[in-house]
């Protein structure tokens, strides 16, 4: 009964083993440790077989010799090599009588009473002998050695499904950092300068500068309108750098109160405030080793510019509620839309701070200012969005073209996706028209209406258009583009005199 009731505590205290951690090493020496403790099974081993090489290697030894860990089986080869050979447990009564025994972890010291037992039996996994677990235990004449084999092999199906467990846990992460590798890379290759749309010379200037500064720690200023990309610079400074591989964090600064915004920078301790239940760590230990961008920096109230010019000076700070300092290795890129300068002048923001951000200024033009890139952005947001919407739309109509060139664009790239979204959503045919275009662009041209065109002008313009769409799809020939419009030649020839497309 005592027997019995060690059994169960030693069980129970291996399934706490196998429960409480995903170590493998751990748990396999968690239970060989209780192995001695229990039932005083010394020496204690776990080999795994290695199927390519056929070796079968200690995972986890107890009580041996660090250089006696070392030791490896060829399959087959001494007790433990058969055993992992044949699949079945085998019990040596007394070491010092069987020549099967090697041995190979070192000799063991004759006891003063009895002799030394060795239990071995092996490791299953789905019906395959992956290993071994044995041990040695100091023994009496007529001693029950079943129960201890007994025993092993029961703990052999669990150190089976801690294996299991670790390959899975492994196989996992492996899934994971190859993932995450994937990621890495394609977010290398989306935010690579030569990826970022503009041909213009406001826009070679910004790729210019993003190389220059991009392998450096300098702290990065963006400027420009709302809607002209300064997220996309802030990406590609951070994916062209020496940082790529570590975070990049973005925080928007007109998001959140003052309060709340200090805690998500900067962290906080349990019971800083209200609600504040357990600790936090804020964006900038989050992004340790990358990059922080910092966007709208403008709406920083003055208690937060500070705090962040302390940051950008010294490299620390101190959660909300705490006083342990805190260290941080961060690249800083920070953005706006407002006029700093300006801010200054009205005490909205610090002299002191503007200086320290303004280390490397990079300036985003507005769209109005690269209408060469017009088209190109254009094209590249139709072709993504009818491959979302799964349309077959191949181009944009010339007088759909007139109108987006001729736009002053007040929300500049981020209105003109906007615009092309819209555009693929409402048509149903393979040609981007005018008036697939949003009311705002079609009010550019001059009309007598008040809120747009007349009827008759929209019937009009859309013959034109049509016409014009025709006559380039033929390459110039009237017949067939006639054919196309389903109208006769001498109908277009007349159309065409009207629209004065004759020589077009």
Not at 49 to 60: G, M, R, S
Not at 219 to 232: F, M, N
Not at 260 to 286: I, N, P, V
Not at 379 to 398: M, P, Q, V, W
Request: charged share 30%; net charge positive.
């Amino acid at each position: 009964m005592e027997k019995l009731g060690k059994e169960v505590q030693l069980l129970a205290e291996v399934s706490r083993a196998i429960a409480d951690s995903l170590n493998l090493e751990e748990t396999l020496g968690s239970i060989l440790s209780t192995l001695e403790s229990h039932l005083k099974l010394e020496r204690g081993q776990i080999m795994l077989l290695d199927p390519d090489t056929e070796t079968i290697a200690i995972k986890v030894a107890h009580g041996i010799p660090d250089e006696s860990k070392q030791v490896t089986y060829k399959v087959g080869e001494g007790i433990t090599g058969l055993v992992v050979q044949r699949g079945i447990r085998e019990i040596v009564p007394d070491i010092s009588k069987d020549p099967r025994f090697l041995a190979k972890t070192g000799r063991r010291p004759k006891p003063k009473r009895g002799r030394i037992a060795f239990f071995c039996v092996p490791i299953k996994l789905e019906g395959k002998t992956i290993g071994a677990i044995s041990a040695d235990r100091k023994v009496l004449p007529g001693e029950n050695l079943e129960f201890y084999v007994n025993l092993l092999e029961v703990l052999s199906t669990m150190v089976a499904q801690a294996v299991k467990l670790n390959r899975l846990v492994v196989s996992d992460r492996l899934k994971l950092e190859d993932e995450n590798a994937r990621l890495r890379s394609e977010l290398k290759k989306k935010f690579s300068i030569h990826n970022m749309i503009g041909t213009s010379n406001a826009m070679q200037e910004v790729y210019r500068l993003i190389e220059q500064v991009a392998n450096s720690n300098a702290t990065v200023l963006i400027r420009g309108e709302s809607g002209t990309g300064k997220d996309l610079v802030a990406h590609a400074i951070h994916y062209n750098s020496m940082r790529a591989d570590k975070p990049f964090i973005k925080v928007n600064c007109t998001a959140l109160p003052e309060l709340l915004l200090e805690s998500e920078l900067f962290g906080h301790e349990k019971g800083a405030f209200t609600g504040a239940t357990q600790r936090k760590l804020g964006r900038f230990e989050l992004a340790s080793g990358g990059t922080i961008f910092l966007d709208e920096i403008g709406d920083f109230s003055l208690n937060l510019q500070v705090k962040l010019l302390r940051v950008i000076q010294f490299r620390e700070f101190e959660r909300v509620g705490g006083t342990e300092t805190i260290r941080t290795n961060v690249r800083i890129v920070v953005a706006t839309h407002k006029n700093l300068e300006e801010g200054i002048k009205n005490g909205l923001f610090r002299e002191d701070l503007y200086y320290r951000i303004n280390v490397f200024p990079i300036f985003i033009p507005p769209l109005r200012d690269r209408k060469d890139d017009i088209m190109l952005l254009a094209d590249y947001f139709l072709e993504k969005y009818a491959r979302e919407n799964g349309k077959k739309i191949n181009r944009i109509s010339t007088p759909a073209i007139e109108m987006l060139t001729s736009y002053h664009w007040p929300g500049n790239v981020r209105e003109l996706e906007n615009c092309i979204e819209r555009a693929v959503l409402v048509c149903n045919e393979d040609v981007i028209r005018s008036d697939h275009l949003p009311p705002s662009l079609q009010m550019v041209q001059k009309t007598p209406s008040r809120d747009g065109l007349t009827l008759p002008e929209r019937v009009a313009n859309l013959e034109r258009e049509m016409i014009v769409d025709a006559l380039k799809k033929t390459g110039g020939r009237q017949k067939y583009a006639a054919r196309e419009l389903g109208i006769t030649e001498r109908m277009l020839g007349y159309k065409m005199r009207k629209y004065h497309l004759l020589g077009k």
